[in-house]
């Protein structure tokens, strides 16, 4: 059976009153919409095929309910304490919906606080029920251990669009063993419900392992974050169901009718009532007696108690086997998995607020270690200042290079380190010289010195690639094929020098097709004028835009010159004519095929290294090419003028000063001595005038 919280506002659907009545399934409302079929469709899976399990969960129901019968009886336990241990499985795409750990742990605090008797507003509840308002003794806790007694902090992430969808699919990415743990998953959508939970009977059988626990909105959990105070009852109303209470008005799928004062919910203090979706403290809906509508199994969202009945009725569930309830608090299980012992440090992790800066700039460091961290021992090469004992300090690095991050972190009672290599990329405040003409055809892998990769969702990106090219041999791929839409990838520049020659024009070559029609992938291209620190949106090609090639079911790899297309005329103009102009290629995947990129041209014209040659028109030439010893450059200028030739890496780094000087109209020519430059690909640089022509040279 599936019992629903407080639902997002939206269209009101009917459950068929048989299923209804076998699944005994409860909804929750926001206001004045309920749950409906759709909350059906969570339980299909269940007993589509299987109808003899209809039977068995009505079994279940009336043997838990006979053992909380006994069990109401039996000699009162006020001093039992029950823990139970608790994961939390955040399915996310990389949205507002994959809510942080400090938001977790606010959400089992709330609940905490509202079983504990110690939420800071119990004390206002209504004087006919003041004296009803329970200490439940049940407390939960973020497991420390994982099934296979790895270290923990009960906080999963899986990435996944099922996160929209909020059903059994998505349970199945990932769950753990529900007779250890209480799982509970964070979801951007549940189909129109704010949370929706299994009572015990509902899963009792084998049958149940993947379901059973509770489904809730990420807007939902705790008081902070993505959620409100308003919101953070709502695991606390969950968690009731699944230690099988019902609404305070029964088991009617719509709160507010008179009928409702003829259900039971099989609770003795809490009095009958309609159901309240808003917060009448004076409602007696069902004669004179007056409804607890401040209950935390109502919807009136001023929730500040469950009452005595209902914690007896809890404490039952908790010692039934059905739905293995009475293993969760077992202390077996409670050192299976963690939360009965000293906190323990797991793999010592960290991040930064970024991993690439320009000199002088800063860098904030965050420890994301957990369990009962309480001492910091950082050490920063290149960094200032060298050593930190902050949580979360900043570094100012004012020295281009690669730099190491270690991190000792302690409790107390243990010590754990950590060292990141090369985990600080530290750019010149200058950046590379222009004309910036990037082939790719020196580069093997990347990152390279000239290009940084970024994978948000760890899951393959940006690879320089011999399959195809548009010119020469190389070129950078996304592999792109296996997704199906969502991931976010990012191809960065480093700092380029702008300052001197503007404006400037920007080109590049891509390649893309899709797989379906419906593929919706788009390609931003950005600037920063600040080295990365903010980012304006320049061009955008959307998917009609992006595509270059018929569909294609396979792995896209373009077949020819035919399957490339240009983009030019992006203007680089004020205000980023700096000396730290970085680019950056942002690929949004709607699930179509790989992209392909060549030819990154900054210069003043909107051209590509192959078309630079031809572009030259017998103003630049070079001989032999491939070169081994010696090189002959010939120059054909048009008018008299100044002149500078150098040779450059394809990062613009000047390895020879070949001429810098007035040279008249007409052909000119410098013999190059090139022994002693190693082989691998260069640029002959030609500037005269207002002009500049390169030629891509091969030293061998």
Known sequence: MTSCSKVSHGSAFYMLAIVAALL????????????????????????????????????????????????????ARDGDQYVIPVVFHIIHNNGPENISDDQVRDGVLMMNQDFNQNNPDWADVQPEFLGIVANTGITFKLAQLDPDGNCTNGITRTQSTL????????????????????????????????????????????????????????????????????????????????????????????????????IDDNVNDTPDTK?????????????????????????????????????????AALNSGTASRNNLWTSSN??????????????????????????GQSVQFTDMSYNGVTQWNWTFAGGSPATSTDADPFVTYDTPGLYDVSLTVGNGAQTQSAVQTQYVKVLPSTGMLLPFVEGFEALTSLPSDNWQVNDLNLDGTYAVSTDAAFSGS???????????????????????????????????????????????????????????????????????????????????????????????????????????????????????????????????????????????????????????????IRANLDVSSPVTVDLVDLLGRSVRSIAS???????????????DIPAGMYLVRLQYSDAVRVVKLTKE
């Open 661 to 675: 000087e007035n040279r008249p109209a007409g052909n000119n020519q410098w013999t190059v001595e090139l022994g």
């Open 24 to 75: 005994f399934s409860p909804r929750s409302i926001a206001q004045d919409f309920m749950c409906g079929n759709n909350e059906l469709s969570r339980m299909g899976h269940v007993v589509e095929g299987h109808p003899e399990r209809i039977a068995e969960m009505a079994q279940a129901k009336d043997e838990l309910e006979a053992f909380t019968a006994h069990f109401q009886i039996a000699p």
């Open 275 to 315: 159901g309240w979706t808003s917060c009448n403290l004076l409602g007696a809906s069902c004669g004179s007696e007056k409804d607890n509508v401040e209950n935390f199994m109502e919807y009136s969202y001023c929730s500040k108690m469950f009452t005595e009945g209902q914690k007896t009725r809890m404490v």
């Open 334 to 359: 409670l050192a299976l998995t963690g939360v009965n012992a000293d906190p323990v440090i797991c793999t010592v992790q960290f991040n930064s607020s970024t991993r690439t800066v320009c000199q």
């Open 474 to 632: 190389h070129s950078v791929r996304l592999h792109n094929t296996s997704s199906n839409g969502g991931r976010v990838d990012e191809f960065l520049s480093n700092t380029i020098d702008a300052s001197l020659d503007p404006p400037l024009t920007m080109s590049f070559r891509y390649a893309f097709a899709k797989r379906l029609n419906s593929n919706n992938d788009a390609l931003r291209i950005y600037l920063s004028m600040d080295c990365g620190e903010s980012w304006s949106l320049r061009r955008t090609l959307l998917t009609d835009a992006l595509v270059t090639a018929p569909n294609t079911s396979g792995s896209f790899v373009p077949n020819g010159p035919d399957q490339w297309a240009l983009n030019d005329g992006i203007t680089i103009n004020a205000p980023f004519v700096v000396s730290n102009l970085r680019i950056k290629f942002k690929f949004d995947s709607g699930g179509g095929n790989d992209l392909w990129l060549d030819d990154i041209n900054i210069n003043g014209a909107s051209v590509g290294i192959s078309e630079q040659v031809n572009a030259n028109d017998g103003i630049l030439s070079v001989w032999p090419n491939p070169a081994q010893d010696q090189l002959t």
């Open 163 to 262: 996160t929209y969808q909020g059903d059994q699919d998505m349970k199945d990415l990932i769950n753990w063993p529900r007779n250890r743990y209480l799982n509970i998953w964070v979801a951007s959508s549940l189909g129109g419900a704010a949370g929706y939970s299994m009572y015990p009977s509902s899963v009792s059988g084998p049958w149940g392992d993947g379901t059973d626990g509770i489904a809730v909105l990420a807007t939902y959990v705790g008081s902070i974050g993505t959620s409100s105070l308003s919101h953070s009852h709502t695991l606390s109303h969950e968690a009731g169901h699944w230690m099988n209470l019902k609404h305070c008005w029964g088991d009617s799928n719509d709160p507010g009718l008179a009928s409702n004062c003829n």
